[in-house]
């Protein structure tokens, strides 16, 4: 990373928050898209008669239950990985 890059990232306290797209449970196809699923948390739908289904997300929301996918950081965050919010 250029130095007065990451001298100006530094000053003004840049971070990287926790969100889903970087959660291990979370599903995004396409990559584009804004809403995925949560493989972790289940719920029964009101409005169907099925099992149990798996929690529609949105990419930048964040629950307890987040456990970072190191290599999902890795490809989406690459050289900012220090910023990560831990």
């Known amino acids: ?19 889903c797209s970087l959660c291990q449970w979370s599903v995004f196809l396409p990559f584009s898209s804004y809403f995925g699923t ?5 719920y029964k739908h ?11 997300i949105n990419r930048w929301g964040v629950c307890n239950k987040f456990d970072l996918d190191e290599e999902k950081s890795f490809c989406m965050v690459s050289n900012y990985v220090e910023f990560m919010d831990k």
């Not at 009101?46 to 529609?56: G, Q």
């Open 38 to 42: 949560c493989m972790k948390i289940h």
């Open 1 to 19: 990373m250029d130095k007065n890059k990451l001298i100006k990232l530094k000053e003004c306290e840049y971070k990287i928050q926790k969100c």
């Open 46 to 56: 009101l409005k169907h008669f099925d099992e149990e289904r798996e929690l529609s």
